[in-house]
């Protein structure tokens, strides 16, 4: 027994992974509900309205029901028309979606596809419970909503609400009836029908069993086809993404590498001719003192022109995918190793599941690592450093790095990004640049706040899909 606990836990998990797939995109989700609720669910259901309508409310169709179920009809009545108010106002949402977003669109398809389960159950009591024809429209529901639902966890969790308003209508009709019985006993006066009996008195658990389990097949028929189309969506959206990705990197290492070459050719002229002029006019200290100063600022662009060819080839590696908060830890091991034994207590407080972004993870490495080190060296290697990371609109993630330094004046915040701009005796200036560089690169962005005696909050953005932002 217990191993069989942790056995099931882990069988739970990989189930859950399985079926754990990213929603599709709006623009397809958009073109699913127009089809399925407005081409074809709007006319379907103006139809069927006012054919209830009559049925409910003008056909003598169910007037001669016994007084029980007359009761059950008379509450059948009231939830239609709250039905019918809310199917309108849903109605009126679906045809004028394109103005509608897909944060209200999906769960107003949602609810209404609740409600449109809710109200066939009603109508599957008061017409035969079990042996209503009505079962064939569960079949119909479970498809449609399949179709328009995008998250399989929704999809499945409605359909099974489906399956289970079948269920409970023929246990309310089997109720019905055990009660009209009891009258009949007492009273010698009603007539009996529904129950757990077919229309020959025979009794029907082997049909409902059946039924049930086609409902719950096809629920799961129906969740499992989402799924692997939604898994094959995403192959095709990863490969398009990493080809757009290694182009682009492609392309910056060549630039890069373009015009660290362009740079390195004259400051080598420059740098022979001081060396030839400092050997022609040794007598001259002063210009001897000058032309030093010459060398040794040719030697750190040089040794900064070295990083960018760095940079380049590096832009030129190879393109995975690379989960940050994974990332993030490295990085922590590497600012802040454990044998320094830094006064810094590390807060982490990351969301599980994030999506994997596709880059080269020296990128990312860098970014991190230079985020992380401007906060050690800010804080003086004593402080509260807290890292976070969280999902954010339009499939970007946002990750968090904040350290309780003294913060940074206001008027230097405008410039920490630019290159070569440092406060620090031996900084080169390059590391919040390169961090910028390395986030624009995705298409990323990277803010920060301060205040005085505060601390410093970097947050960086970065897009999970490019091609959601080539779309738009």
Request: proline fraction near 4%; hydrophobic fraction near 45%; include cysteine.
């Amino acid at each position: 027994m217990t191993r069989t606990l942790p056995d099931l836990r882990e069988a739970w998990s990989r189930l859950r992974a399985l079926a754990a797939v990213p929603p599709p995109p709006q623009e397809m989700v958009h073109v699913r509900i127009r089809f399925v609720e407005r081409g074809v669910g709007i006319p379907v259901k103006g139809i069927i309205l006012v054919f209830l309508t009559f049925l409910l409310f003008f056909s003598g169709w169910l007037g001669d029901m016994p007084g029980i179920q007359q009761e059950v009809l008379g509450y059948v009545r009231t939830f239609f028309l709250l039905y019918f108010a809310l199917s309108v106002g849903a109605g009126l949402i679906h045809w004028e979606m394109e103005e509608v977003s897909t944060r209200l669109l999906i769960p107003v398809t949602s609810a209404m596809a609740i409600l449109d389960g809710a109200m066939l159950s009603l109508l599957t009591l008061v017409t035969g419970g079990y042996d209503s024809i009505l079962y064939w429209a569960f079949l119909g529901l479970v498809v449609r909503n399949a179709a328009v639902i995008p998250s399989a966890d929704v999809q499945i969790t409605i359909n099974l609400m489906v399956s289970l308003g079948y269920l409970l209508a023929g246990v309310l009709d089997h109720w019905v009836a055990g009660t009209e019985l009891e009258l009949i006993r007492t009273t010698g006066r009603g007539t009996v029908s529904g129950g757990f009996f077919d229309e020959g008195g025979a009794p029907i658990t082997e049909s409902l069993i059946l039924r049930m389990l086609l409902l719950l097949l096809l629920t799961v028929c129906c969740a499992g086809i989402q799924i692997l189309a939604d898994r094959q969506r995403q192959r095709e959206l990863d490969a398009r993404e990493f080809q757009i990705k290694q182009q682009q990197l492609e392309a910056a290492g060549r630039l890069a590498a373009e015009i660290a070459h362009q740079l390195k050719n004259p400051l080598g002229v420059i740098n022979n001719a001081a060396f030839t002029l400092q050997r022609t006019v040794k007598e001259g200290k002063k210009i001897t003192q000058q032309i030093s100063i010459i060398q040794e600022e040719v030697g750190r662009s040089d040794r900064i022109i070295t990083e960018l060819m760095g940079y380049a080839r590096l832009s030129e590696g190879r393109v995975e995918r690379v989960n940050l908060n994974e990332e993030l830890d490295r990085a922590v091991s590497e600012v802040l190793p454990e044998g320094a034994k830094f006064g810094i207590r590390v807060h982490r407080d990351y969301t599980p599941g994030l999506p994997q972004l596709l880059g080269q993870r020296g990128h990312f490495a860098e970014v991190f690592a230079n985020l992380l080190t401007n906060a050690r060296e800010a804080m003086e290697g004593r402080g509260e450093l807290f890292l976070s990371t969280r999902t954010g609109p339009d499939f970007s993630v946002l990750v968090t790095v904040r350290d309780t330094g003294p913060g940074i004046p206001p008027e230097r915040l405008k410039q920490i990004f630019e290159p070569y701009f440092t406060t620090k005796n031996r900084g080169t200036g390059l590391g919040l640049a390169i961090v910028k560089n390395n986030t624009e690169l995705y298409g990323g962005t990277v803010g920060v706040e301060s205040e005085l005696g505060t601390g410093t909050r970097f947050t960086v953005t970065l897009p999970a899909r490019s091609l959601m932002r080539l779309r738009t």
